[in-house]
T-cell receptor, first 114, second 111 residues
Framework: NAGVTQTPKFQVLKTGQSMTLQCAQDMNHEYMSWYRQDPGMGLRLIHYSVGAGITDQGEVPNGYNVSRSTTEDFPLRLLSAAPSQTSVYFC?????????????FGPGTRLLVL | GEDVEQSLFLSVREGDSSVINCTYTDSSSTYLYWYKQEPGAGLQLLTYIFSNMDMKQDQRLTVLLNKKDKHLSLRIADTQTGDSAIYFCAENDPGTYKYIFGTGTRLKVLA
């Protein structure tokens, strides 16, 4: 198993550009989520999905869209990038919503918006 | 409310014990977690504890939970240089799918 994979590892965007951060898992996990990590703020939940076709907003959803057309993939779209979206983005997955299930994290995507 | 707080930095000497503290505000959380993040990597689950437990031990790691004070701690015995990382505590928001993370504590182990 590759676990949770994210692409790209690094990206530089200009303000106003759009892009998609890719996330995939090969563990047949129901639950997938996107976080952003900023210095001194820990991880903040952007969007999450409890299964194919089902998504919901987290703590900081503005400026981001997601879709879950398959169990494996959960892309995060930035519609019009802003400097405030400069961050490290982590995708995570777990088998179910049960609290004791381990969340597996991807290696992260570092995004710089100029 | 949902807020998980940690001190930002901790420095210890190799071989000493490290204690990383965390306070949380949602007393109805059922599980509390400790994650480790090494430089340039994602988060790795170290351990978790049921909210009805006071203590959990796993090799060099000891988790203590004081539910009355909403205080969680992680003790690392015989701290090694490989333990240098950022440690996050997290709680699961019951009834939702949300995990709430603390700000992270950067542990530096001095040789």
């Amino acid at each position: 198993n590759a676990g949770v994979t994210q692409t790209p590892k690094f990206q530089v965007l200009k303000t106003g550009q759009s892009m998609t951060l890719q996330c995939a898992q090969d563990m047949n996990h129901e639950y997938m989520s996107w976080y952003r990590q900023d210095p001194g703020m820990g991880l903040r939940l952007i969007h999450y999905s409890v299964g194919a076709g089902i998504t919901d907003q987290g703590e900081v959803p503005n400026g981001y869209n997601v879709s879950r057309s398959t169990t494996e993939d959960f892309p995060l779209r930035l519609l019009s990038a802003a400097p405030s979206q400069t961050s490290v983005y982590f995708c995570a997955s777990s088998y179910s919503r049960q609290s004791q299930e381990t969340q597996y994290f991807g290696p992260g995507t570092r995004l710089l918006v100029l | 409310g949902e807020d998980v707080e940690q001190s930002l930095f901790l420095s210890v000497r190799e071989g000493d014990s490290s204690v990383i503290n965390c306070t949380y505000t949602d007393s109805s959380s059922t599980y509390l977690y400790w994650y480790k993040q090494e430089p340039g990597a994602g988060l790795q689950l170290l351990t978790y504890i049921f909210s009805n437990m006071d203590m959990k031990q796993d090799q060099r790691l000891t988790v203590l939970l004081n539910k009355k004070d909403k205080h969680l701690s992680l003790r690392i015995a015989d701290t090694q240089t490989g333990d240098s990382a950022i440690y996050f505590c997290a709680e699961n928001d019951p009834g939702t799918y949300k995990y709430i993370f603390g700000t992270g504590t950067r542990l530096k182990v001095l040789a």
